[in-house]
């Protein structure tokens, strides 16, 4: 019980008064170590070059990379193009491109912020001129950017999988169908909301304009299909999925819609290391603390706290689900997995729950946290993208926020909605 309250406490602490998240994990691992009497400068400096000295992370840079060329090399316009003029015609259409085409932008990049960002830019200025208010439809854009981290490829469950040593390939294809639940449930939630009011409509797409708009799309259509088949055949790993879609963008950004310029490639490079270096410096800081709570043997005393509900596995996840949504009100995603997965797993795997179908469970919960106030990252990121102020988009996004719960709480009370097609797609 002292390990975990000086696990908590100096967290909490560091984090209270400004410390960065990747400095506040190193000197959370600083205080377990001072109390074990382990204090060594060598071991951090180690820990740290082991924590960002991992092959299954390098598809992170890649991916984050893949998804920069995408919004600069015009492909995701090209998404948003043909979800409109699939789906535009319909009363409250370009809700439903919205949440299309976050769907198929999660299938490419696996980045929430980055996506939700490239939606608001595009489709709320649209969204706003047919009659949807301003704060509903960055509500929307929001809830559909979180898609990204459920859907492959996602950073979300790479960061899992290399934190809980879980396979990363399963993961992926786990998280196929919780991700199209969640894009359904947006879907029925903003049929309620599209309702209400007066909206401008537009004709339907002649059948030219839509193969037209097709065609152009294709190529961005074809990188989740060339991944996802890649992963299920085993032709590539993960990490060499991240590098096949980066590659894969930069030859259909320059070749194929000539629009990625040098100059634009350079800030696309600059954007994506930058991006890289923070996620893999919090990556490597976590992993120092990691093994203090291992060393520690933290995990044995969270399985001791929680032995009562072990023979209840839903009622311990529920548990779990809500530790994870209370602390993501005050975290972002990557640190809040890299800090509660390794703690989190072995009470999971003494309770008999599937791991990976536990992982995409948790990282789905992490996601949704990224709509949840004051943190909030994609929340901020679209308030500021759209112009709206933070109190509009809380409203605007809640009826997205409590139908993506809904799927969460519908896979906690039937598990096997997940676990079959998993299973099947392994």
Known sequence: MIVIAIFVISLLAAMAIGVPISYALILCALAMMYHLDLFDAQIVAQGLVNGADSFPLMAVPF????GELMNAGGLSKRIVAMAIALVGHIKGGLGYVTILAGCVLAALSGSAAADAAALAALLVPMMVKVGHSRETSAGLVASAGVI????????????????ANVSITKLFLAGIVPGLLMGMSLCAAWFLVSRRGTLTTTERAPLRELLKAFKEGIWALLLPVIILVGLRAGIFTPTEAGVVA????LLVSVLVYRELTWKTLYQVLVASVMTTSMVMFLVASAMVAAWMITVADLPSSVVGLLEPLMDSPRLLMLLIVTIVIVIGMAMDMSPLILILAPVMMPVVVAAGIDPVYFGVIFVMVCAVSLLTPPVGVVLNVVAGVSKVGFVGIVRGVLPFLLAELLIIGL???????????AQWLY
Do not use: D, K, R
């Open 63 to 66: 991916f984050m990379l893949a």
């Open 148 to 163: 990204a981290p459920v859907l492959p490829p996602s950073i979300g469950l790479i960061l899992f999988g290399v934190a």
């Open 246 to 249: 980066a590659v894969y963008a």
């Open 411 to 421: 896979l906690l009370a039937f598990p096997q909605l997940l676990i079959v097609p």
